[in-house]
């Protein structure tokens, strides 16, 4: 018969807060661990220009940085009613930024099924209980192409965490998602080729 795990030895949940800059769109990311999420970095051109569209400075040559978790370990507490949601493509990764200041402050997947969360790691105040940076995406390499580090990591960890959400029906919690309807709770804004064109290529 397998042994009860004493209180000492469970997971410790950490409930961690994050806010954009002015502090109108506020929540918590509950599990917040190295175990509850994967803590990367990526450099490519579109991070890069999702910070720009949102209204932030171009952040290269640093990267950008992402707490990837699941959507029900989110809680939106305050300013829903100042999210919009944008993509550089009509399949593209979603977008969510800011409008009250101007701060990137999620990327997810188009379909909520695909149940993943970025959140971005301005907008988390203290960052200690996610852990180090893990994975690295896109890091430039003069005159070559750019070389990732521990990608396979954070995929595998995505699509566990999807399918566990998948399985358990956790999905369906999701505080960016009518996910009855399967449809963000903001209408996307697909950006034009030509406002694109403006951002870092
Ligand atoms: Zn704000
Ligand atoms: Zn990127």
Known sequence: M????????????????FSCACGQIKGTLHHASPRGGTHAVCYCASCRAGEVYSGAPDPA????????????LMTLTTGHDQLSVFSFGPKNLLRWKADCCGMAMFNTPRNPKLSFIGVRTTAIPDTTPIGPVIAKGFIPVPGKKSRHENLTALLVMAIW??????????????????TAAGT???????VSAEERAKLPL
Do not use: C, E, Y
């Open 2 to 17: 397998p042994k009860l795990k004493k209180p000492s030895q469970r997971k410790t949940m950490t409930d961690v807060p």
């Open 61 to 72: 040559p640093a990267p950008v940085g992402i707490f990837q978790t699941s959507p029900h």
């Open 161 to 178: 965490r999807m399918l566990k959400s998948l399985v358990t029906g956790r999905w369906k919690a999701n505080p960016l998602f009518d």
């Open 184 to 190: 963000p709770l903001h209408p996307v804004l697909v």
